[in-house]
């Protein structure tokens, strides 16, 4: 199984700063089979980025993804209020997927 | 629009047994893989199983495997999750889930607003 491990647990911003989340994996990821979703309290998760850089349908050009291999990061380049959310990367390359633990980034 | 909305959800007690359902609509439901993902209170999202468009293959996450079964019904446009001998850490939030079309190898882009589980005596 692929485990994905996220840093940093909780990151403490302000709006208009620059967010930087990693993702971890314990063996080597095809960056075409790399996700990042964004979740919102009481709400479903959303497709933010697939294939480790590529956004989803509808997604604003501040959240961008890179990496490769072992090591992936979502950057959220200008926090708006609506970016306060928990955050999770998932692999889709082998069979269980799994998803990272999250990284939740909170108002300073 | 997509559409998929989890029923079935609710208290049952430790060992029972409930089956959830999700109506899909808004695409060709027949073309497409579907999932099963939970989310424990306060916890991160478990994937638990994803099955095939025609329904002919089926993967469970070791966790549910010999307890919990997916299944679909393409004439009904239907995903389901019958699962059995509950545990109390079953308890979670159940939501069905989009994957890719007519393939694995594709991200979950599609999610319901998820059905609550409660298991306990």
């Known amino acids: 199984e692929v485990v994905l491990t996220q840093s940093p647990g909780t990151l403490s911003l302000s709006p208009g700063e620059r967010a930087t989340l990693s993702c971890r994996a314990s063996q080597t990821v095809d960056s075409k089979y790399l996700a990042w979703y964004q979740q919102k309290p009481g709400q479903a998760p959303r497709l933010l980025i697939h294939g480790a850089s590529s956004r989803a349908t509808g997604i604003p050009d501040r959240f961008s993804g890179s990496g490769s291999g072992t090591d992936f990061i979502l950057t959220i380049s200008r926090l708006e209020p609506e970016d306060f959310a928990v955050y999770y990367c998932q692999q889709y390359h082998r069979t269980p997927r799994t998803f990272g633990q999250g990284t939740k980034v909170e108002i300073k | 629009q997509v559409q998929l909305v989890e029923s079935g959800g609710g208290l049952v007690k430790p060992g029972g047994s409930l089956r959830l359902s999700c109506a899909a609509s808004?695409?060709?439901?027949?073309?497409?893989?579907m999932s099963w993902i939970r989310q424990a209170p306060g916890k991160g999202l478990e994937w638990l199983a994803y099955i095939t468009a025609s329904g002919s293959t089926i993967h469970h996450a070791d966790s549910v495997k010999g307890r919990f079964t997916i299944s679909r019904d393409n004439a009904r446009n239907s995903l389901f999750l019958q699962m059995n001998s509950l545990r109390a850490e079953d308890t979670a939030v159940y939501y069905c889930a989009r994957d890719g079309r007519f393939t694995s190898m594709s991200p979950t882009d599609y999610w319901g607003q998820g059905t609550l589980v409660t298991v306990s005596s």
């Open positions: 808004g695409f060709t439901f027949s073309d497409y893989y």
